[in-house]
T-cell receptor, first 113, second 114 residues
Framework: SQTIHQWPATLVQPVGSPLSLECTVE??????LYWYRQAAGRGLQLLFY??????ISSEVPQNLSASRPQDRQFILSSKKLLLSDSGFYLC????????????FGEGSRLTVL | DQQVKQNSPSLSVQEGRISILNCDYT??????FLWYKKYPAEGPTFLIS?????DKNEDGRFTVFLNKSAKHLSLHIVPSQPGDSAVYFC?????????????FGKGTHLIIQP
């Protein structure tokens, strides 16, 4: 069966520090991968998606970047965090033969102080 | 511009009664709609979906209704149970689930009171 993991689960970082959140999917190949953010009062906002290794599409201009170094690995990064980067970050995956359903990881809570 | 709108941030329902969560959308190209349930500090989990070729889909206690002319869908939970207390997100996609993911509403916090 397919599983998705992301880490760390909780992160407290000072403003201006770097960020790296990692997500891996098991049990499937060539998934579409996504990073969403849930900020207070803003629902789930799509940040990045990837349809293959090295292919990244950005939905929202921001302080963050994403990379996909391997088929089932998706990384969310920042060189210098801002206070506004605080939120709950969610990795998700789907495959071409799904009917649009996304499967989410456990989430990573980022607090920038 | 918010394409999927959940205008009720919260909803309180008594245990055993019906919970009705509403969602409106503006993009007429959306053809697939989903509801997700989310507990605090966890990822959302898929609940139920409906294609635009249908107007109703039922799964146990959960039923989703779609009114395409009104660009409105709703989720009915009958009977409501304490474990249903969570945030519910409405989501939509074009083309039966394209690579660019789902568009979500802001969510409705459902509180089931004993």
């Amino acid at each position: 069966s397919q599983t998705i993991h992301q880490w760390p689960a909780t992160l407290v970082q000072p403003v201006g520090s770097p960020l790296s959140l990692e997500c891996t999917v098991e049990g499937t190949s060539n998934p579409n991968l996504y990073w969403y953010r849930q900020a207070a009062g803003r629902g789930l906002q799509l940040l990045f998606y990837s349809v293959g290794i090295g292919q990244i599409s950005s939905e929202v201009p921001q302080n963050l970047s994403a990379s996909r170094p391997q088929d089932r690995q998706f990384i969310l990064s920042s060189k210098k965090l801002l206070l506004s980067d605080s939120g709950f970050y969610l990795c998700a995956w789907t495959t071409l033969w799904n009917t649009g359903e996304l499967f989410f990881g456990e989430g990573s809570r980022l607090t920038v102080l | 511009d918010q394409q999927v709108k959940q205008n009720s941030p919260s909803l309180s329902v008594q245990e055993g009664r019906i919970s009705i969560l509403n969602c409106d959308y503006t993009n007429s190209m959306f053809d697939y709609f989903l509801w997700y349930k989310k507990y605090p500090a966890e990822g959302p989990t898929f609940l139920i979906s409906i294609s635009s070729i249908k107007d109703k889909n039922e799964d146990g206690r959960f039923t989703v209704f779609l009114n395409k002319s009104a660009k409105h869908l709703s989720l009915h939970i009958v009977p409501s149970q304490p474990g249903d207390s969570a945030v519910y997100f409405c989501a939509a996609s074009e083309g039966g689930g394209g690579a660019d993911g789902l568009t979500f509403g802001k969510g409705t916090h459902l509180i089931i009171q004993p």
